[in-house]
């Protein structure tokens, strides 16, 4: 066996120490004669699975006892959709668009209703974060809508937009439980496990109860309301069980590390690493405004598509993968994850100090 360094932006690397946990307990989960992927979801032993999971992410993300949880599938991309069907009664939303993410969510919620994008950085590549201090929020908004972590331009928003009182919707796919976030400041919270958390196939939304809602707009499905979950504590039908089990051990792993605050300083000093080099590197670049960026995804450049090719290919054989940026950027990018060890990111500004060097 020999494991990469895998930089992929998602699905991304997982905790090696979780991997063989789930290894150790494939063909039979605890004394109960079978594997977890065998079992009924109304089995004791996965409700108990379920249950410790949802308790285990409130004690890491301090989540207030008047927020449910919903362990839901369709992933992230559901989440656009599914925010509008159940929170736009008046069919007018504000959403701040930072990058692709953002930008994607936006175009699906004009499916239901007015979007107002009050925020944009598309002027210079979604390489920034705008001033969100004092936006044109439209009064009777249903919510404001921000992707916190932008995974393919590698932006954070740092400073929560001041929403003038209408609910903050948040997308943190790429950040979840990287670092602490005060919970009871947003109405819903979302993202896909994929990134930061698990294997794909599973979503979490943090929904505040008050939001959760009979009236949501008509035709929405029952699979497409929260309320539908909600009230079934994610067992209205068969749930993602088995990657449902993957994010709790991943959850178990983090409280053992300390969690996110310890998460936080972990991932600021692997951001750092890479950062300092970029900072004084002549070869290499970072795309994004230094106060924005993000310490999840860190995109870069040669500003040579032919070096920065060569950089990728180079760097895929010396074992460091997925390092090759979105296309809608180019270059590189490296996802710097919670599961993602300190070894890695010094192997990679090693090599690309020896690339420097040679180039
Ligand atoms: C990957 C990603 C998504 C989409 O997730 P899917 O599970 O593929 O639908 C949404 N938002 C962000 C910020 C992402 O990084």
Avoid at 33 to 62: N, P, Q, W
Avoid at 294 to 323: H, W, Y
Wanted: proline share 4%.
């Amino acid at each position: 066996m020999s494991r990469v360094f895998n930089f992929s932006a998602g699905p991304a690397v997982l905790p090696e120490e979780v991997l063989r946990t789930v290894q150790a307990e494939l063909l039979e989960y605890g004394n109960s004669g079978m594997s977890v992927m065998e079992m009924s979801h109304r089995s004791k032993d996965f409700e108990e699975i379920l249950f410790t999971a949802e308790a285990d992410l409130r004690k890491l993300m301090g989540i207030p006892d008047n927020y449910k949880v919903l362990f839901l599938q369709g992933g992230g991309y559901t989440q656009f959709a599914m925010i509008p069907m159940n929170l736009m009664i008046n069919r007018k939303a504000d959403y701040i668009v930072t990058g692709q993410w953002s930008k994607k969510a936006a175009s699906e919620a004009r499916i239901f209703g007015t979007v107002n994008v009050i925020a944009d950085s598309a002027d210079r590549n979604y390489s920034y974060v705008p001033d969100l201090s004092d936006l044109n929020v439209t009064p009777n908004a249903d919510y404001v809508y921000i992707c916190q972590n932008e995974t393919v331009h590698g932006t954070t928003i740092k400073t929560l937009p001041n929403t003038k009182g209408r609910e903050l919707v948040a997308d943190i796919s790429s950040m979840f439980l990287s670092e602490p976030l005060d919970v009871s400041r947003y109405g819903v919270i979302m993202g896909g496990v994929q990134k930061n958390v698990g294997p794909a196939g599973v979503a979490i939304v943090i929904i505040r109860e008050d939001l959760i809602r009979e009236d949501v707009l008509p035709f929405t499905p029952t699979m497409m309301k929260y309320k539908t979950h909600a009230d079934n504590k994610s067992l209205f039908n068969t749930p993602p069980c088995f990657n449902i089990y993957v994010c709790g051990l991943v959850f178990k792993w983090l409280l053992k590390l300390g969690g996110t605050e310890a998460m936080k300083k972990i991932n600021a000093q692997k951001a750092g690493l890479l950062y300092d080099y970029l900072d004084q590197s002549t070869l290499f670049h970072g795309t994004v405004e230094k106060k924005d960026r993000s310490m999840m995804n860190v995109p870069f450049i040669t500003g040579n598509k032919e070096l920065d090719a060569e950089f990728c290919a180079q760097a895929e054989k010396a074992g460091l993968r997925n390092v090759k940026g979105h296309r809608s950027v180019g270059g590189m990018r490296a996802s710097l994850y919670n599961a993602m060890p300190i070894e890695g990111v010094k192997a990679l500004v090693e090599f690309m100090s020896e690339f420097e060097r040679t180039h």
